[in-house]
Structures are given as structure tokens and as C-alpha cells.
């Protein structure tokens, strides 16, 4: 919902760095959350934009910009572990989180 | 802190059968509690928005007489999946939030429903 759209799927070697963006729709916006999902697994979360600029932690960092309806999440010095679902989840109007389908990252060797 | 639980973490039932479905904060007090469904290599669908004391909100196309939600205490929100069908076969996720607001949701590790 909320036109939420993220790429479908991404491969990166591991040790490099990788971008995954996420757009959504403004009106009602509330703030940005990113989660990481292993298969059969519970999302995980990794961080969280209300304001614009790059929120960092650790090997992960996220970026947001309100006006453009964008944020993304870049992961350096990726490892194995590191393949997985990644969800951007959009809140509107205070608590209603909506989903975008997610990123399944593949990282090689 | 903020550990949300769920039960049970699967279940097989034959259809026309009901499944209820619990989840828990286990540290903490959550004033909203949330459900959502997860078909494979699909993202989460909300399903509904649970407040402690009062009616559960469901999203559009989510049949409420179907998923019968209850969050009877500021612990505790089951979701009951009432004249299961095979179609209703799906990963069901529970969410809590300490606070009203845009603020982080604690998930539970999911229950796997699958109706024979």
C-alpha cells in the first residue's frame, strides 16, 4: 500500500557496498523504518528516519528525503550474513505501517 | 527489553476449522498491537490495528468476521482465524508498539499457519 516500491531483488560480492533504495508516496508521512528479514523469520529492525539526512550505524546507514518521497539503505563491508529480505516500512498518519514488497539481497562470495 | 512471543509458532488444521493464534509483550506494555499476514517471497500485509480495550481497525479486504481480533489486556492480542481454508495458509506476524505514534514495532517470530 501507499505505493511503497523498492527493487525486487539485488546481488553484491561480499566486503563491497550496496544501496537499496526505496520511494513512497508523501501525503501523511510519519516516519521511515527499515527491517531485515530472514526467510521464515521475524523482521528485525535496523533503523528509523523522521528527519532528512543519513542516520549511521554501525556498517548500516539510512538516508531520507521528505520532499522527494526517498530514503535508502546502504550496507558496507557486507558479509555473508547479510543475505537477506530487506523491507522498507513507511508510517502514516501516526501508527499504520505499510510494507514495501521488500529487496532480497544475495551476497557472493 | 521488548520481546514480543507468539503461539504457537505453527499449526496444521483442517479446513472449516477455527485457529486462534496469541501474541504477547512480554517486558513491556503495548497500547497498539498489530497483525499482519506474509505469503512466500511476498512482504508483510497489515492486516489489522488492535488497541487495548476497544475494536480492532482492519484494513480494506480484510474480512472481520473472518479474523476476529481481541486485545483483551495490555499484554495479550489473539487473532482468531475463524472457518480456516486452505487459501488462509499463510505466515502470520504480530507487531507491538510501547506508545501511540510513529514509533518502532516489536515483531513476534510469526506463526505458520497451513490448512489442510
Known amino acids: 500500500g501507499q505505493n511503497i516500491d523498492q527493487p525486487t531483488e539485488m546481488t553484491a560480492t561480499e566486503g563491497a557496498i550496496v544501496q537499496i533504495n526505496c520511494t513512497y508516496q508523501t501525503s501523511g508521512f510519519n516516519g521511515l523504518f527499515w527491517y531485515q528479514q530472514h526467510a521464515g523469520e521475524a523482521p528485525t529492525f535496523l533503523s528509523y528516519n523522521v528527519l532528512d539526512g543519513l542516520e549511521e550505524k554501525g556498517r548500516f546507514s539510512s538516508f531520507l528525503s521528505r520532499s522527494k518521497g526517498y530514503s535508502y539503505l546502504l550496507l558496507k563491508e557486507l558479509q555473508m550474513k547479510d543475505s537477506a529480505s530487506y523491507l522498507c516500512a513507511v508510517v502514516y498518519n501516526f501508527n499504520k505501517f505499510y510494507f514495501g514488497s521488500g529487496t532480497k539481497l544475495n551476497v557472493k562470495p | 527489553g521488548a520481546v514480543v512471543s507468539q503461539h504457537p509458532s505453527w499449526v496444521i488444521c483442517k479446513s472449516g476449522t477455527s485457529v486462534k493464534i496469541e501474541c504477547r509483550s512480554l517486558d513491556f506494555q503495548a497500547t497498539t498491537m498489530f497483525w499482519y499476514r506474509q505469503f512466500p517471497k511476498q512482504s508483510l500485509m497489515l492486516m489489522a490495528t488492535?488497541?487495548?480495550?476497544?475494536?480492532?481497525?482492519?484494513e480494506q479486504g480484510v474480512e472481520k468476521d473472518k479474523f476476529l481480533i481481541n486485545h483483551a489486556s495490555l499484554t495479550l492480542s489473539t487473532l482468531t482465524v475463524t472457518s480456516a481454508h486452505p487459501e488462509d495458509s499463510s505466515f502470520y506476524i504480530c507487531s507491538a508498539q510501547r506508545t501511540a505514534g510513529p514509533y518502532e514495532q516489536y515483531f513476534g517470530p510469526g506463526t505458520r499457519l497451513t490448512v489442510t
Open positions: 488492535s488497541n487495548e480495550g476497544s475494536k480492532a481497525t482492519y
